[in-house]
């Protein structure tokens, strides 16, 4: 920089200087032996200019080892020069991960020129995990305080939030640990004062990110996570294919980075584009998608089933029964159509949710959804696996269906094969054949979480849905000209209809 460092040193005043965020950055770099990269400027000027427009929700996302949260630690430390009186609380995904941060801030506080005079006198103000600075007014909360996300922040105050890479592996790698990180962060809320601010720093850990820039209709979300959040996103690589960090990563070192993590963690961690990082035995990549809807078609007196211009010749549905859902098992029922040229497509998933309220009991509730949608689908045999309580489900739901007056069958079926084999032959050769359609409404379902993050031998995976279509797609396909759906006075039927000839005639 062309401004002299030393001069600039002496000529700032102790407290509430207007020195950018650049030449505080640059001094200590210069302290440190370092110089400061391009990539680092344009972070830092997004900081100084985010934080002076009064902006209160941020979201910060770099590279890996790109050093963002050592800017962080900076940023921290010259707003404290700037404003003496200011609180900041760093949460991370654990508890020593938000000290380390607090100790490099408590550290540039220290060592660097411009904020030496903030360090008090009292050392029972000067913890490795928490300390106050020289400050003019008395307040209860320290200057800096570090907290793991899981830990217990109640009745603490905070005017700066910094959430330093609070979804990591250990946070976001199944459903339960994701709900409870957005859980936590939102309890986070509470702690910050009137007109309080929100930094967020990371990279994203799963295709479920809350730093997504997208909804996942997976789970539920009609907006991203952080959908209100200025953002700043710096991949390794830009729009034209060159070096984020040119004097640090060259395009050869960025592939050999790119071979080492592999596609899906590249993209991720050093792309910033949200993926599931972690290693499933189903690529979800081999899925075909489709809108269309399931229409009845009469066709010479018949009725067929089509979607969109493609004729259905088959369907299986498999009901794999559960109770008490939010405890366990969910209770899955998945319909599965095809084709004449093998196409299998999953038209639909029910997870199966019966109100707590219901006056009936919870068998005969699940069995009437199960009628409903057999009606609403044209389903003509049901498949109910009979382990456990499903040995009690077939004969209430063949009274559901004929109350109902839905004409489909109800088959019954025990499974001993162990559930990561019948996954495995169910998925693996159809979904190599990239055969395996999904409907839109599916993706709206826990069912592709469930694939995206599905291992063997991993007990703690859901795979409820899954199951059960792999149990619908290892059926013998029962053939729609078998059904007896009508659309009034027309016959469902995949085939010809039976036509009595005369032959009174002589040969």
């Known amino acids: 920089m062309s401004v002299s460092i030393g001069k600039a040193v002496k000529a700032m005043p102790k407290k509430n200087p207007t020195l950018d965020f650049a030449l505080f950055l640059e001094t200590w770099n210069m302290i440190q032996g370092f110089t400061t990269p391009k990539v680092h400027c344009r972070i830092v000027d997004w900081l100084q200019e985010m934080w002076e427009a009064g902006e209160t929700r941020l979201l910060l996302m770099a590279f890996r080892s790109c050093g963002k949260s050592t800017l962080v630690g900076l940023f921290c430390a010259w707003l404290l020069w700037r404003d003496p009186n ?57 200057s800096v305080i570090a907290a793991g996300i899981t830990g217990n922040i109640t009745g603490s105050r905070a005017d700066l939030v910094i959430y330093d890479d609070v979804e990591v592996p250990n946070t976001c790698d199944s459903v339960d640990k994701r709900e409870g990180l957005r859980n936590r962060l939102s309890e986070s809320n509470f702690i910050l004062s009137a007109g309080g601010r929100q930094l967020y720093v990371g990279t994203p850990h799963t295709y479920f990110s809350i730093y997504a820039d997208q909804p996942r209709m997976e789970i539920g979300e ?22 984020a960090w040119e004097e640090r990563y060259s395009l050869d070192d960025i ?27 189903l690529n979800t990549a081999l899925l075909e998608f489709y809108d269309e809807v399931l229409t009845a078609h009469e066709a010479g007196g018949e009725l067929q089933l089509k979607l969109g211009q493609t004729k259905l010749v088959s369907c299986s549905a498999w009901w794999d029964p559960a109770f008490g859902a939010a405890k366990g098992d969910s209770s899955v029922l998945a319909v599965v159509f095809s084709d004449n040229e093998g196409r299998h497509y999953v038209q639909h998933v029910e997870y199966i949710k019966i109100d707590p309220k219901a006056k009936e009991d919870e068998a005969t509730a699940q069995c009437r959804i199960v009628a409903r949608l057999a009606h609403e689908l044209f389903i003509p045999s049901i ?32 499974n001993s094969k162990n559930k990561d084999d019948r996954i495995l032959e169910s998925y693996d050769a159809v979904m190599a054949a990239r055969a395996l359609y999904i409907h839109d409404s599916v993706r709206q379902t826990p069912y592709l979480t469930e694939m995206s993050e599905w291992q063997p031998k991993r007990t703690k995976n859901k795979d409820d849905g899954l199951d059960a279509v792999a149990g619908a797609l290892s059926l013998e396909p029962m053939r729609i000209k078998y059904a007896r759906y009508t659309i009034p006075k027309l016959q469902w039927s995949g085939g010809s209809k039976t036509h009595q000839a005369s032959s009174d005639f002589d040969v």
């Open 86 to 142: 200011l609180r900041i609380m760093v949460l991370a995904a654990e508890n020593n991960l938000a000290t380390k941060m607090v100790r490099n801030i408590k550290k540039i506080i220290e060592l660097h020129p411009f904020t030496k005079e903030l360090k008090p006198s009292n050392p029972d103000q000067w913890a490795s995990d928490r300390f106050t600075i020289d400050r003019d007014m008395e307040m209860r909360d320290p």
């Open 222 to 243: 009609k907006q991203s996570y952080l959908h209100e959040y200025r953002r700043l996103k710096i991949p390794i690589l830009d729009g034209r294919g060159n070096s």
């Open 255 to 281: 592939k050999r980075i790119r071979m080492q993590a592999g596609p899906n963690r590249f993209s991720s961690q050093m792309m910033l584009e949200p993926k599931n990082v972690l290693k499933s035995r």
């Open 383 to 414: 498949t109910v696996e009979t382990n456990g309580i499903g040995q009690y489900l077939p004969g209430i739901l063949k009274r559901e269906l004929s109350r109902a007056r839905v004409p489909c069958s109800v088959l019954e079926k025990h």
